[in-house]
């Protein structure tokens, strides 16, 4: 992989998985199933003994992975809930972790409800502002885990300065970067220790396919991880790397797309009286607008709006006919979600209302259709 390096991410991309099988020259990755492997002799082993350990499929996959991350290790799991329950298991009963708290609400619920009985403690801060993470940190804070873009308000922390506040106090550094792929935003170049990624969402992108990743910036905590992947067991399938080495060879080319379109509509939304806020860091009058631009190439097609009351919200959802009212995102198809009672219904209601997530607030996950068909199709849904 690494002596393709000076080719661009978009052609490694395409090419991905061409020369894997010699014997046929075949361009699509083989898939190979085998669960185990015949040793040529007692000791010996062909580099492939159990589908668990190593699998030649996923392994083309996560090579792939690191490379467009920019990291040592790729690990391929079975979701990203997955990547992100291995990666927790780093940690030991009494560590405390520093996370976003404009945050997937399923991150949220696995550390309340489950690594909280064993001892794992968290605290949740606005990261946009570093001095509340700096206030955060106790003498047993051993992590920081951040999204940004946030979800679903899509604040914008500095990638930069927290690597190196996690620096002074060695703290592990953890991006999900689901929201805005390595094409846009290369957490680990910034001084991020491992990026997590729902696969489920950009990479797949066709809403087919559940998968999670993790990559490690160096070695030894790429090994570190993979014990943990294969002493726990949430692998990816050697069938879904396969779909999921075929998805991301057009990454680069639906979020393009993606990306256009979510901009046309989020500068759109902000003009029609229906709607009080737009949350899209591609807007200037967004906080972030000027930050993002110093880390990431792209805004992203991920954009939020607060509509004039909880009705109309409702009004949009049974109205909406190309886009569709759903929970997920990422894929070629436009979804739109209502993250109280979907992605964020978790939360504390509380908890929610303080953050901004109200019955009032819906979530757009654009996708690859034709603008002007979106913008029709948000236009009826909006009308009075
Ligand atoms: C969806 C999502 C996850 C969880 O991934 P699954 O593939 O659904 O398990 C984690 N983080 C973010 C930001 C997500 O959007």
Redesign the pocket.
């Known amino acids: 992989m690494k002596s393709k390096g000076q080719l661009h991410i978009q052609t490694r991309l395409v090419q991905a998985g061409i020369g894997r099988d010699e014997k046929t020259g075949a361009i699509s990755l083989p898939i190979q199933p085998s669960a185990t492997y015949r040793h040529p002799g007692v000791g010996e082993s062909t580099g492939y003994d159990y589908i668990r350990s190593g699998n030649p499929t996923r392994e083309a996959l996560e090579e792939l992975l690191a490379d467009m991350e920019g990291g040592e290790r790729g690990l391929a799991f079975a979701?990203?809930?997955?990547?992100?329950t291995c990666l927790f298991l780093n940690f030991s009963s009494g560590d405390h972790l520093v996370l976003s708290e404009d945050?997937?609400g399923?991150?949220y619920r696995v550390l309340d409800q489950i690594f909280s009985r064993f001892k794992l403690t968290v605290s949740y801060v606005d990261t946009t502002n570093i001095d509340n993470i700096r206030a955060a940190i106790t003498e047993q804070t051993k992590g920081i885990l951040i999204?940004t873009p946030g979800?679903p308000l899509l604040g914008i922390a500095d990638i930069r300065a927290i690597a190196n506040l996690c620096q002074q106090h060695q703290l592990l550094f953890i991006v999900?970067n689901?929201?805005m792929t390595p094409l846009l935003q290369r957490p680990l170049e910034m001084g991020a220790d491992v990026v997590?990624?729902?696969?489920?969402?950009y990479f797949g992108g066709h809403n087919d396919l559940?998968?999670?990743v993790l990559v490690a910036r160096d070695k030894q905590l790429g090994e570190d991880l993979y014990f943990l992947q294969n002493s726990t067991g949430p692998i990816l399938s050697p069938q879904d790397s396969w779909l999921l080495v075929r998805s991301l060879k057009t990454l680069a080319l639906r979020l393009e797309r993606q990306c256009q379109n979510a901009q046309i509509i989020a500068e759109w939304l902000q003009k029609q009286p229906q709607i009080e806020v737009v949350y899209f860091p591609g807007l200037p009058e967004h906080p972030g607008y000027q930050l993002i631009q110093q880390q990431a190439d792209g805004f992203g097609a991920m954009l939020s709006f607060r509509v004039n009351s909880a009705a109309r919200a409702r009004q949009i959802l049974e109205r909406i006919k190309l886009i569709s009212f759903a929970e997920?995102?990422?894929g070629v198809e436009s979804l739109l979600t209502l993250p109280a009672i979907q992605?964020h219904g978790d939360i504390p209601e509380a908890e929610r209302l303080r953050l901004g997530i109200c019955d009032a607030l819906l979530r757009l996950s654009v996708g690859c259709e034709d603008i002007d068909d979106l913008l029709a199709d948000l236009q009826q849904a909006l009308a009075d």
Do not use: I, P, Q, R
Request: one cysteine or more; proline letters at 0%.
């Open positions: 979701s990203g809930m997955a990547a992100l945050l997937y399923g991150t999204e979800n999900d689901t929201f997590v990624h729902s696969a489920t969402k559940c998968a999670g997920s995102l990422g992605t």
